[in-house]
C-alpha cells in the first residue's frame, strides 16, 4: 500500500480575527470613558467657577453691609449715603468699583449692583436690599445675567 504524503495545512479557525475585534471594542469603550471624564471635568470647572463668581458677590456685598454698620446707621443717613439712586458717599463709589473690578460682566454702563435703602417707620430701622449682577465669560447675551440678592435690616 502506498501512502500518500499530505501537507498538513492548518484548518481554517471560525474564530479567526475575533481577537483583533475585540481589542478594537476595547479601545472603543475605553476611549468612550476618557472622553465621559473629560466631560465631567469640563462641567465641574464650570461649577467651581460659577460658585467663586457667587461668593465672590457674597463677599462684596457682606463688605458694603459692614460698612453700613459703622456709619451713621439712620435710614436718613444711609439712603443719603449708600442707596444707588441717591448716594453720593465715596464708600459707595469704591465699593462699586470693587463690583466692577471682581465680577465677569459688570461695566460702568451695564449689570450695576443696586442699593435700596427704605424705612419702616422708626428712627432707626431701616432695611436695606442689596442686588448684585454679573454675567460669566462664555454666557451668551440672551441669557439672563445672574444675581445674588440680599436683604438686611440696619438698627
Request: proline content about 4%; hydrophobic content about 45%; charged content about 15%.
Amino acid at each position: 500500500m502506498l501512502r500518500k504524503k499530505f501537507i498538513q495545512r492548518p484548518a481554517l479557525d471560525k474564530q479567526a480575527g475575533i481577537m483583533l475585534l475585540e481589542g478594537l471594542i476595547a479601545i472603543l469603550v475605553f476611549s468612550l470613558g476618557i472622553l465621559a471624564l473629560v466631560g465631567m471635568q469640563g462641567v465641574a470647572v464650570k461649577q467651581v467657577t460659577d460658585a467663586k463668581y457667587r461668593s465672590d458677590a457674597s463677599m462684596l456685598a457682606n463688605q458694603l453691609m459692614g460698612t453700613m454698620w459703622v456709619s451713621n446707621r439712620t435710614p436718613a443717613a444711609l439712603k443719603a449715603n449708600f442707596d444707588t439712586t441717591s448716594g453720593t458717599s465715596t464708600e459707595l463709589t469704591n465699593w462699586k468699583a470693587a463690583v466692577v473690578a471682581t465680577l465677569p460682566g459688570v461695566t460702568a454702563d451695564e449689570n450695576q449692583p443696586t442699593v435700596n435703602v427704605t424705612s419702616l417707620g422708626g428712627v432707626n430701622d431701616g432695611t436695606v436690599t442689596m442686588t448684585i449682577f454679573w454675567r460669566a465669560p462664555g454666557d451668551d447675551a440672551s441669557s439672563p445675567v445672574h444675581k445674588y440678592v440680599t436683604v438686611a435690616q440696619i438698627r
